[in-house]
């Protein structure tokens, strides 16, 4: 305690002692969701400043969560946080993450100039004859910021899911198996590019991993690759499913009779929107429908929307009624609106405009109630007595606090 009765602020850049040290087993999960990623984005940048008023202004995002998983864009926004930069600690501040969106975006999803119709016909071509963007800014963007790093090297732990066509089969990065299997240990910019190839929106990622162990090598392992999105757009359970594998498979981290079971999880899940309410496509309407129109209508790509929506939903689905039958709802904080409306509800439109109405949305969404997910209409409905969704992310935070200073606090009584 200091002089004055207070706790002493810990000090959160000095090494997390892993999960074993404390109660909690603490997850950040970020969806994809393009250029919506700006909704996240302000949403973890409010949850960082509540962690900075605890615990002083050196505080970030990766000193307090055990796992970043991101899917698409919140895989860019997992490795903004958890890359190391040259003093090893988090490449970005969370109050940074709006301003690399509102500065890149509009060169990674670049508008086309023109009358309507014009640009609506060449869209179209577009959508059959190949991906709508080259994806070659933010491949170029993505490796000038992580440059070689692996994703063995990030600051805390990252899940990142991706999917195999060649093998059809979803591939799961993570930093626990990165350090046990060397063909895991991607470089983090080719992870990124991967889960971001939407399908339609970007080109396949194809890349090589090499063994570089000169004791029993094994064979380099060939990885080709699309969006995360197809798999798993919100990566909530993926995290929860790679942890549980590390207690398995006996990880030092996760001492048995530790922090093991699901009731010990403290789980942020951040959405990227969903036109949910407004009712965009009707099932006369898609009747009528034929390849063309399944993939681009009206400047949206149904399959996609309606493809990559399920995922959420259903992991989140499967969330709550998880939390809910080990009595322990409060340790699971699902934040996401599902009334995006025109452009804002569109992955690629990045004129200055929408992207400014999409920070605006997700301050928005900070203040309305916390919110749990109806099974039966898949609508978020305002739960009673549990304040504003800003009000939780500050429980949030000072859960985490404690349990990090918890953790440091029996690590040094060795």
């Given at each position: 305690m200091g002089s004055n009765g207070t706790a002493t602020a810990v000090d959160p850049t000095a090494l997390a002692p892993p999960p074993s040290e404390g109660r909690l087993i603490t997850v950040l999960s970020i969806d994809g969701g393009g250029i919506r990623g700006l909704i996240p984005a302000t949403i973890i940048a409010c949850l960082e400043a509540k962690l900075q008023e605890l615990d002083g202004p050196d505080a970030r995002i990766a000193d307090y969560f055990d796992v970043i998983a991101g899917t698409s864009t919140g895989a860019l926004i997992t490795a903004m946080l958890a890359a190391p930069d040259e003093n090893k600690r988090p490449l970005f501040a969370a109050k940074d993450l709006s301003t690399f969106y509102l500065e890149n975006g509009?060169?990674?999803?670049?508008?086309?100039?023109?009358?309507?119709?014009?640009?609506?016909?060449?869209?179209?071509?577009?959508?059959?004859?190949?991906?709508?963007?080259?994806?070659?800014?933010?491949?170029?963007?993505?490796?000038?910021?992580?440059?070689?790093?692996?994703?063995?090297?990030?600051?805390?732990?990252?899940?990142?899911?991706?999917?195999?066509?060649?093998?059809?089969?979803?591939?799961?990065?993570?930093?626990?198996?990165?350090?046990?299997?060397?063909?895991?240990?991607?470089?983090?910019?080719?992870?990124?590019?991967?889960?971001?190839?939407?399908?339609?929106?970007?080109?396949?990622?194809?890349?090589?991993?090499?063994?570089?162990?000169?004791?029993?090598?094994?064979?380099?392992?060939?990885?080709?690759?699309?969006?995360?999105?197809?798999?798993?757009?919100?990566?909530?359970?993926?995290?929860?499913?790679?942890?549980?594998?590390?207690?398995?498979r006996r990880n030092p981290d996760f001492t048995p009779g530790k922090p093991t079971e699901y009731r010990n999880y403290l789980i942020i899940s951040i959405g990227t929107g969903s036109p949910k309410q407004a009712k965009q496509y009707t099932a006369p309407d898609c009747a009528k429908w034929g390849l063309i129109q399944w993939i681009y209508n009206g400047g949206f790509t149904p399959i996609i929307d309606i493809f990559s929506h399920a995922s959420s939903d259903m992991v989140d689905i499967h969330a709550e009624v998880l939390f809910a039958s080990l009595k322990c709802k409060e340790n699971y904080l699902r934040i996401q609106d599902d009334s995006l409306t025109g452009d804002t509800s569109s992955v690629d439109i990045a004129t200055k405009e929408n992207m400014e109405k999409l920070i605006d949305i997700g301050k928005e969404l900070l203040k309305k109630p916390v919110a749990r997910v109806n099974i039966d209409t898949g609508m978020y409905e305002p739960v009673a007595g549990e304040g504003s969704n800003e009000d939780a992310l500050g429980r949030f935070a000072k859960m985490l606090s404690d349990e990090l200073r918890l953790r440091k606090k029996n690590y040094n009584s060795y």
């Open positions: 509009p060169k990674i999803f670049p508008q086309r100039n023109g009358i309507w119709f014009l640009k609506k016909i060449t869209s179209m071509a577009s959508a059959v004859m190949g991906p709508k963007y080259d994806g070659s800014f933010l491949r170029d963007k993505i490796k000038s910021l992580t440059h070689d790093v692996k994703v063995a090297d990030t600051v805390t732990n990252v899940v990142v899911p991706a999917f195999d066509v060649k093998n059809l089969q979803p591939v799961i990065f993570s930093t626990y198996e990165a350090k046990s299997d060397p063909l895991k240990n991607a470089k983090l910019a080719d992870i990124c590019i991967s889960t971001a190839a939407a399908p339609t929106y970007f080109p396949a990622h194809h890349f090589t991993v090499h063994d570089n162990n000169n004791n029993n090598k094994k064979p380099p392992r060939e990885y080709h690759l699309v969006d995360g999105g197809v798999a798993a757009n919100n990566p909530t359970m993926v995290a929860m499913s790679m942890l549980t594998r590390e207690v398995l």
